[in-house]
């Protein structure tokens, strides 16, 4: 066998060398552009946010938008700060959701083996948040049917919390899916429904943000740096923004 060291190129020279041609391959196709000054921003140019705005229900039937109405309600009641669930929008948040790549489950990993894991690994469930839904509100009304004769939005407002409570527990027992696993579902997208930007459907003329206090999403803050232990009382701003953002120039 002959000597590596005098066999022409050696397998680390060979390496280094592809990788340093690749670079220049690379480096030479790129189209570069000179920026002086600062560059102008422009709103939304490479992420426009997704706005449904398409006209009644997309995915709850009008018997489950019901419910919905009945669940979310109950979970955030009206106060004297704010609306209650179904006012601030929560089931059309919900609705519209689901209508979309959320309630499919398409962008995220839903492969078997479905097993029960941790509290730190998260959500295990072979069942997408359509599933989640369709499944738990059918098998919630049997419940109540047979309990109360009578559908949950029917229920007085305390043995509403009662059925509610004892789902969050998992004392109740569903038809093809886990009573927590649905409640919890619910939960979730309620208090997103009730937070989320207006854009999305939920939080109604920005309740949940004026009763926080939260502005929204403004973009620029110079004109309060410095005015310090001020209450400033700013009114919140959607991403759809003020009519100042609605035209690019």
Not at 115 to 140: N, V
Not at 212 to 237: E, H, M, N, S
């Amino acid at each position: 066998m002959s000597d590596p060291s005098s066999s022409g190129i050696s397998r680390r020279r060979l390496l280094s060398a592809s990788a340093a041609s690749l670079t220049v391959v690379a480096v030479s196709s790129v189209q570069a552009t000179t920026i002086t000054g600062i560059p102008r921003w422009m709103l939304f140019d490479h992420n426009n946010p997704i706005i449904n705005d398409a006209p009644g229900l997309q995915f709850f039937t009008a018997d489950e938008a019901v419910e919905v109405d009945a669940i979310v309600s109950q979970l955030i009641p009206a106060d004297e700060y704010s609306c209650n669930g179904k006012d601030a929008g929560c089931t059309v948040f919900i609705d519209q959701q689901l209508a979309g790549s959320y309630g499919d489950a398409s962008r995220n990993y839903m492969q078997a083996p479905f097993q029960p894991g941790t509290a730190a690994q998260g959500d295990q469930s072979p069942l997408t948040p359509r599933e989640r839904y369709r499944l738990g509100l059918a098998a919630l009304h049997d419940y109540c049917q047979q309990k109360y004769n009578k559908k949950f939005s029917q229920l007085a407002g305390e043995t509403r919390n009662q059925v509610l409570e004892a789902l969050e527990k998992g004392e109740i027992t569903l038809s093809h899916i886990d009573s927590k696993v649905f409640f919890d579902q619910v939960l979730s997208n309620t208090m997103e429904g009730f937070f989320a930007d207006p854009i999305y459907g939920g939080n109604r003329d920005m309740i949940s943000w004026k009763m926080i206090g939260f502005p929204g999403a403004r973009y620029d803050y110079r004109d309060y740096l410095t005015k310090t232990d001020q209450k400033l009382d700013l009114i919140p701003i959607s991403i759809m923004g003020s009519s100042a953002w609605n035209t690019k120039v």
